[in-house]
């Protein structure tokens, strides 16, 4: 299970130091449970009520800060991932960011 702060980190280090300023309690509880779902999701034919969960969660998150959530797929899986489990949960393309991660 990651931690809050090993989440952060990694965010930082990715998408840059302040990146993590708009997350509110609410956001940071549900960007620690989406990264630590992702483990049950790794594959397209999970249970699809386990893509369900993970889109509610992402969608406790402010709009604007649900881009963490998608590039912190990459945290527990690899990169190719981010892209299926965003479409497996019906999350909005708009969500998705429109930048790379530093290593990426």
Not at 71 to 100: C, Y
Request: aromatic share 12%; charged share 15%.
């Amino acid at each position: 299970m990651k931690t809050p702060k090993e989440i952060y980190k990694w965010l930082q280090a990715n998408c840059g130091k302040g990146c993590t300023g708009a997350l509110t309690s609410t956001d940071s509880y549900a960007l620690v449970t989406s990264v630590n779902l992702c483990l049950l999701i790794n594959y397209p034919d999970a249970p699809p009520e386990l893509f369900a969960a993970y889109g509610a969660i992402v969608r406790q998150m402010q709009p604007k800060t649900r881009w963490m959530a998608y590039h912190t797929i990459a945290m527990q899986l690899d990169w190719q991932h981010r892209n299926m489990i965003w479409h497996q949960s019906v999350l909005p393309e708009g969500d998705k960011p429109s930048f790379k991660c530093a290593f990426e």
